[in-house]
């Protein structure tokens, strides 16, 4: 109860009514919870703003490879990627998607993946992350649930949002790839009646033309996010840009309160999938605060070696994957005998 108060006592069952419990709110908000910051209105002000305030601070990065090997990250500036999600979004709405349109976003974390969302952001374009854990099927229902018109995707994923056609096409009309699409790709595409461009071709499609930013809401949905739900078919969860907005305010406050206060000089190692709010908050917070955000490669033996040359300042994770960190360690430590464990343990203490 120490993170805990009470603000409104529980009540007994009486006259045909159940008993209600106390209602808790966390220590941190005990005065009420935070404001949204002034002027953030909608999650592309988060990015927007940084742009303004940020332009050339490393904003995203991936492990450049080298002769078949990955070497150190190389950076996109907060400028360079909003010149890439301004080109993007062109290019969205050159397809005729707009304000209120659905756009699905199916991968690993990536640079792209970031683009593409801050690209819906900026018209105000539903961004729907797919993602195929959810059970077979689940692609190809979200995709036709949340009719989705334009489907970017990670190259290796091409194939799972293939598998979708015929039934897809009702609504899908576009697909684009992070990377590259080869000829039998494009064949299949096209014989249903469908568009698909690597990520460099899409970025040419709306270069000759200019489309205004247009005015978004607090209230305007910003993202679907679907879960499993508990039984039955994926659930779509429509969430607004005020969610969102005043949850990047109450993680600032909780941060803060623990004296981690995110500066513009932190680093976060982008793992978790952003296909899950938890990880979405958390970048959108980095964005606000002109941080640094890496990515892993996608490949979870390789995940403390990326570690290592990120050095990241914040890492969020699942239990599963600190017990193997945890468990790696401890193997370490016991295979360099007892004068190392005992050293490494009055240093951990």
């Not at 952001?121 to 949340?146: M, R, S």
Request: aromatic share 10%; net charge neutral.
């Amino acid at each position: 109860m120490r993170y805990l108060i009470e603000v409104e006592k529980g009540r007994e069952a009486a006259d045909g009514r159940p008993s209600v419990g106390s209602t808790y709110r966390s220590v941190f908000a005990k005065d009420g919870f935070p404001p949204p910051v002034p002027g953030l209105d909608c999650c592309w002000d988060v990015f927007r703003m940084s742009v303004e305030r940020f332009p050339d601070n490393p904003m995203l990065g991936r492990r450049e490879i080298v002769d078949g090997k990955p070497g150190k990250y190389v950076w996109m500036t907060y400028k360079e990627v909003y010149d890439i999600v301004t080109k993007v979004g062109a290019s969205i709405r050159s397809l005729g998607v707009e304000q209120g349109g659905r756009c699905g976003i199916y991968g690993s974390n990536c640079p792209e993946w970031v683009i593409s969302m801050e690209a819906c952001n900026a018209h105000g374009i539903y961004c729907v992350p797919l993602y195929d854990t959810l059970g077979a099927g689940a692609v190809e229902f979200i995709l036709c649930h949340a009719e989705v018109r334009i489907a970017f995707a990670e190259e290796k994923k091409i194939g799972e949002v293939l598998k979708t056609l015929p039934r897809s096409s009702k609504f899908l009309k576009t697909i684009v790839s992070f990377g590259k699409v080869t000829p039998e790709q494009r064949d299949e595409v096209e014989k249903s009646g469908l568009a698909i461009y690597s990520w460099d071709e899409f970025l040419l499609l709306g270069s000759n033309q200019k489309y205004d930013i247009p005015t978004k809401k607090k209230t305007d949905i910003c993202t679907i996010m679907y879960t499993s739900g508990t039984t039955g078919d994926p659930k779509g969860v429509m969430i607004s840009n005020d969610s969102i907005v005043t949850l990047i305010a109450g993680v600032d406050r909780l941060l803060y309160s623990v004296n981690e206060q995110l500066h513009e000089r932190d680093v976060y190692l982008s793992y978790l999938p952003l296909a899950h709010i938890f990880d979405r908050v958390i970048e959108e917070l980095f964005i606000f605060h002109g941080a640094s955000i890496g990515f892993w490669r996608g490949d979870a033996k390789l995940l403390v070696e990326d570690i290592g040359v990120l050095k990241p300042t914040i890492f969020c994770a699942v239990p599963r994957v600190l017990d193997r960190i945890y468990s790696g360690l401890q193997a370490k430590i016991s295979a360099g005998g007892f004068l190392k464990s005992m050293l490494f343990n009055l240093a951990y203490k």
